[in-house]
């Protein structure tokens, strides 16, 4: 079955600078979706990136990137000039292309970001 | 805007109650979710759907019943609450992975509170 590690619980990140939060998982798999969410306090929970594994460039969305590294099945994402507003718990989460369509998701990194 | 929604927001209810959790997409998604959060955060699947009359349970074993008999709308019932229930329930939803975006989208959740 695949899994999905978040190895660290909380980080903690001054405004203004930059934090990477790690991601490692399992699968036997070759064609598959890798996920960033984020869900701010009492708010909805909302994708923040998104990888295909057959890409081998990396995705970028704004301040937000990830090091995608296939082989050693890994999927940290990198947040450049923290806001505020990032703060939150982050998801990583695997799906398989096809077959059950489910979500695999780590357990989560709270990110608190000091002004 | 294509969205999705839960209500309630927040309920508390006493011990006995039967209460029904609503979640609707406008997005035509055929696949849909229920999660369960534990006070950590981690995110538990408890039912799914893959389109009209269809359910199957999750990994997390869940005394709550969910249906399917449209497209947009999945309640989720719990016949006789119990505090044993009080947690946060989101709902998703998802296109299929061969569409070529994949991801889920969810609601803002469920508070639920049995005293």
């Known amino acids: 079955a695949q899994t999905v590690t978040q190895s660290q619980p909380e980080m903690s990140v001054q405004e203004a600078e930059t934090v990477t939060l790690s991601c490692t998982y399992d699968t036997s798999e070759s064609d598959y979706y890798l996920f960033w969410y984020k869900q701010p306090p009492s708010r909805q929970m909302i994708l923040v990136i998104r990888?295909?594994?057959?890409?081998?460039q990396n995705a970028t969305e704004n301040r937000f990137s990830v090091n995608f590294q296939k082989a050693a099945k890994s999927f940290s994402l990198k947040i450049s000039d923290s806001q505020l507003g990032d703060a939150a718990m982050y998801f990583c989460?695997?799906?398989?292309?096809?077959?059950?369509?489910?979500?695999?998701f780590g357990k989560g990194t709270k990110l608190t970001v000091n002004p | 805007e294509a969205d999705i929604y839960q209500t309630p927001r927040y309920l508390v209810i006493g011990t006995g109650k039967k209460i029904t959790l609503e979640c609707s997409q406008t997005m035509g998604h055929d696949k849909m979710y229920w999660y369960q959060q534990d006070p950590g955060m981690e995110l538990h699947l408890i039912h799914y759907s893959y389109g009209v009359n269809s359910t199957e349970k999750g990994d997390l074993s869940s005394e709550s019943t969910v249906s399917r008999i449209r497209t947009e709308h999945f309640p989720l019932t719990l016949e006789s609450a119990r505090p044993s229930h009080t947690s946060q329930y989101l709902c998703a939803s998802s296109e299929y992975s061969w569409t070529g975006r994949g991801g889920y989208t969810f609601g803002s959740g469920t508070r639920l509170t049995v005293v």
């Open positions: 990888q295909e594994a057959y890409k081998q």
């Open positions: 989460a695997y799906l398989p292309q096809g077959g059950s369509e489910k979500l695999v």
